[in-house]
């Protein structure tokens, strides 16, 4: 389900130290798909909902003592990377890269002449900006579908920085990743979302 | 001058600021003089914004009762 992000203001941070019931219900219903998203980006799909599960605990429980060094947001999705990265090193398990490494850029190699230069320039789009892009609803459905498709670690970084509006620096902090592995990985995730806006343009239809 | 294969595997790099001066006025002066790659970055500009706004997800009702009553419980 789509849906707007959630505000945190000063009195809702108030009513969560509280433990208040309904702002923490608001905050799960927020944030569990992309604490989801980057737990499996870690720690790979089968353990991800219990390291979440695990971190919504201790987020209730530790909300008290919330300082606002960094935003919450940025401050729970730290405690679920913890958490993962804790378990994969108690599993003595490495999170494989081949994904990263397999191909540098994700673009097809018949896209470009052997001197560089495009071969099949990208089609001009009809529907051009954002607002007219939004308000059809079925290339939404297409974009969402591809995001969930995408391996874990390219939706956990995409996530991270295109929904969530992570500094790059902290979603390589979250996720363990270098730098360059999460650039090539946001890079190629945005590739293929471009495709997918591109083929709707073309064709009406994901 | 660079290729468009180059700028087309590097866009998100300077899209996200992580080129020095010179990497970045050799990338611009491509895109002033190629039309295609000036298109290339304005989708991908576009495919960033759109897919951002339109994939934030939220729990269902069930996921979010299922974390109460643990958080409740533990």
């Known amino acids: 389900m789509a849906a707007v992000s959630l505000e945190i203001t000063d009195e809702f941070l108030k009513l969560l130290k509280a433990q208040d019931q309904d702002a923490f219900s608001e905050l ?6 992309q ?5 499996r980006g870690i720690i790979g799909e089968a353990q991800a909902e219990e390291v979440v599960q695990e971190a919504w605990v201790s987020i209730y429980r530790n909300l008290i003592k919330f300082e606002g060094r960094s935003s919450l947001k940025t401050w729970m ?68 579908k591809t995001t969930n498709s995408l391996p874990e670690q390219q939706r956990a970084v995409f996530v991270l920085r295109e929904i969530e509006q992570q500094a790059l620096e902290d ?3 979250i996720l363990g990743l270098t730098d360059s592995n999460v650039r090539v990985l946001l890079h190629r995730a945005r590739l293929k979302l471009m495709q997918v806006i591109d083929r709707y343009q073309e064709t009406g239809s994901c | ?41 304005r989708h991908i500009g576009l495919t960033c914004i759109v897919s951002g706004s339109c994939t934030h997800q939220t729990a269902t009702d069930q996921e979010v009762e299922a974390i109460l009553e643990m958080v409740k419980a533990a």
Request: aromatic share 8%; net charge positive.
């Open chain 1, 28 to 33: 799960v219903r927020h944030h569990h798909r």
């Open chain 1, 35 to 39: 604490m989801i998203y980057v737990a």
């Open chain 1, 171 to 173: 979603v390589r902090n």
């Open chain 2, 1 to 41: 001058m660079l290729s468009c294969k180059h700028i087309a595997e590097n866009a998100t790099d300077y899209m996200e600021g992580r080129m020095n001066f010179f990497q970045r006025l050799k990338f611009r002066s491509h895109l002033r003089a190629c039309v295609h790659c000036g298109r290339f970055l």
């Open chain 1, 77 to 144: 999705l730290t405690i679920v990377s913890n958490g993962a990265k804790t378990r994969l090193r108690k599993e003595s398990r490495q999170v494989s890269f081949a994904d990263v490494e397999a191909s540098l850029s994700g673009l097809s190699e018949d896209l470009f002449n052997p001197d560089g230069h495009w071969s099949k320039p990208p089609p001009e789009w009809d529907i051009s900006s954002p607002d007219r892009l939004l308000e059809e609803s079925q290339l939404k459905d297409c974009i969402e």
